[in-house]
């Protein structure tokens, strides 16, 4: 049937935003696509610090391992993408993608340094806290809304993650200097979280901005490296465990983006959470670590926050 041409144009449903506010001119998430992302970014994210751990062990110099491992995935990354069509004109995304790359590469590099002295349970455990410190920064940024069940989710995160951490001094295997390092990660990685949604560029695809972010990384890393340790020298293996760490880190960092994309950064920041967890079993698992005193209820109390996270997501959603 012809249009009547006197008729309105039909009016197009707004494009609302995300609860956490993604990036702007980027889709919001997708109900069962986010929580997927989540789970899947956190379990590598527990991945990359157990084989770090492997390298440790294993005498590699770390911030050369960190700009190997970083290097390989930004590699790859571009590789793949470059097969895709989407490299075309991503060089002009290389101002953003060096903001990434040193917010990535610093508390990496501290995870690096410090996994050897604190294991790899309590650097998994540590990637738990930057909940609590992305959701107040997105607030006082302007890019979250107060929510309850968001500030129970961060409390019930941080107190789970502080019985953590007080487990692992209580235990005794650590010094204070390295447990401090290890600790002082979560404020990065939540400006890191921050920095990635509110400076998105318009229109960016995620996986030109890993790829480029893993590759800047990689070269922030370098002078650090080749002041602090001089040589490289990845150890025993190392160059098998640097390219399983390359693998799990081009595999994670396109999610990472692409959950950025979906849910913004305040839902990202679960992922530590999920690595916390998983991190921990499997350092007990493959590793032979202790678990830290008052593992159990630690990790209800993430679950928790978590499920009260999702809850809010939900309800937000709803409107």
């Not at 009016?11 to 992302?37: E, F, Q, T």
């Not at 081009?250 to 983006?257: D, G, I, P, T, V």
Request: one cysteine or more; aromatic letters at 6%.
């Amino acid at each position: 049937m012809a249009r009547n041409p006197s008729a309105p144009p039909a009016r197009r449903a707004p494009n609302l935003p995300a609860p956490d506010l993604p990036a702007p001119d980027l889709p919001a998430p997708r109900p069962l696509a986010a929580p997927a992302l989540l789970l899947a970014t956190g379990a590598l994210l527990a991945v990359t610090v157990l084989v770090s751990r492997l390298a440790a062990d294993g005498g590699a110099e770390m911030l050369w391992f960190l700009v190997t491992v970083l290097a390989g995935a930004g590699l790859a990354v571009a590789a793949a993408e470059a097969r895709a069509g989407r490299m075309a004109g991503a060089a002009r995304f290389l101002p953003y993608a060096a903001g990434a790359g040193i917010l990535a590469a610093a508390p990496t590099a501290m995870a690096y340094l410090a996994v050897g002295h604190v294991g790899a349970g309590y650097v998994s455990l540590a990637f738990a806290f930057p909940g609590l410190f992305t959701y107040f920064g997105a607030l006082a940024l302007g890019m979250d809304r107060p929510s309850l069940l968001k500030a129970v989710a961060v409390a019930a995160g941080l107190t789970g993650g502080a019985m953590l951490a007080k487990g692992k001094l209580v235990a005794g295997e650590a010094g204070a200097g390295w447990i401090a390092l290890a600790s002082a990660m979560p404020v990065v990685l939540a400006a890191g979280n921050l920095y990635r949604s509110r400076f998105w560029p318009a229109g960016a695809a995620p996986g030109p901005l890993a790829a480029l972010s893993l590759l800047c990384g990689a070269g922030a890393a370098l002078p650090a490296a080749l002041a602090a340790e001089g040589p490289p020298d990845l150890g025993g293996g190392g160059l098998a465990l640097a390219a399983a760490g390359a693998a799990a880190f081009a595999a994670q960092y396109r999610l990472l983006f692409r959950l950025q994309q979906l849910a913004g950064p305040v839902y990202l920041s679960q992922i530590g959470a999920v690595a916390a967890v998983a991190g921990a079993g499997l350092a007990v698992a493959l590793l032979g670590e202790r678990l830290p005193q008052g593992f159990a209820p630690a990790a209800a109390l993430v679950a928790l926050g978590l499920a009260a996270f999702e809850a809010g997501r939900r309800r937000a959603m709803r409107g």
